[in-house]
């Protein structure tokens, strides 16, 4: 089992940089609070501020916001609700640049931020692979935690789906 490479996803690459424990709590399937506003907000963001562009794109089972091409280059899209998270967010759109030049696509990414009129470039490197494959095999071990990691009280716990669970005799 221990060779077993376990499917990471863009979104416990998103987790991880936010919080190690909700990366377990999702990985073992533990259903967060399904009338949390929080899961629906930034699809929200996205079709108020993108309406023209297409949205939800596949290609393989990555599922991107945006899709547009410049410069004869392939340009994929992350609509986020603030840049508060933005290393999460230049991380997990890293991985699916990532994944696209695995299926021989060399693109580009790119943050928005349409309540801050905002735009970020993200362009993958060797040193960005590097940290990208040591936060997925971090998140391996992670998974493989017979418990999820300690709770921390940090400023996302307040809008996290997992708030009730983690922190609900407080
Ligand atoms: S409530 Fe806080 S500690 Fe619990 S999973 Fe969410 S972010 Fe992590």
Redo the contacts with the bound molecule.
């Keep these: 089992m221990e060779d077993y490479n376990m499917p990471v996803t863009g979104t416990d690459i998103w ?1 991880y940089y ?5 990366v377990w ?1 999702m990985k073992h399937q533990i259903a967060p609070d399904q009338e949390d506003e929080s899961l629906d907000i930034g699809r929200f963001i996205s079709e108020m501020y993108y309406k023209r562009d297409k949205k939800g794109m596949s290609i393989g089972n990555i599922v991107v916001d945006r899709i547009r091409q410049e410069d004869g280059q392939l340009v994929i899209g992350e609509v986020k609700k603030s840049s508060r998270y933005i290393k999460s967010a230049k991380m997990q759109l890293l991985y699916y640049l990532d994944t696209l030049r695995k299926m021989g696509i060399y693109a580009k990414g790119e943050l928005l931020f349409p309540e801050e009129r905002k735009k970020e470039m993200v362009e993958w490197t060797e040193e960005a692979k590097e940290e990208l494959e040591q936060a997925i095999e971090h998140i391996r071990r992670i998974a493989r935690m017979p418990v ?1 990691p300690e ?4 400023p ?3 809008k ?4 009730e ?3 609900a005799e407080e």
């Design positions: 987790y936010i919080c190690h424990r909700e709590l999820p709770r921390k009280k940090i996302f716990c307040a996290c789906a997992y708030r669970y983690c922190w």
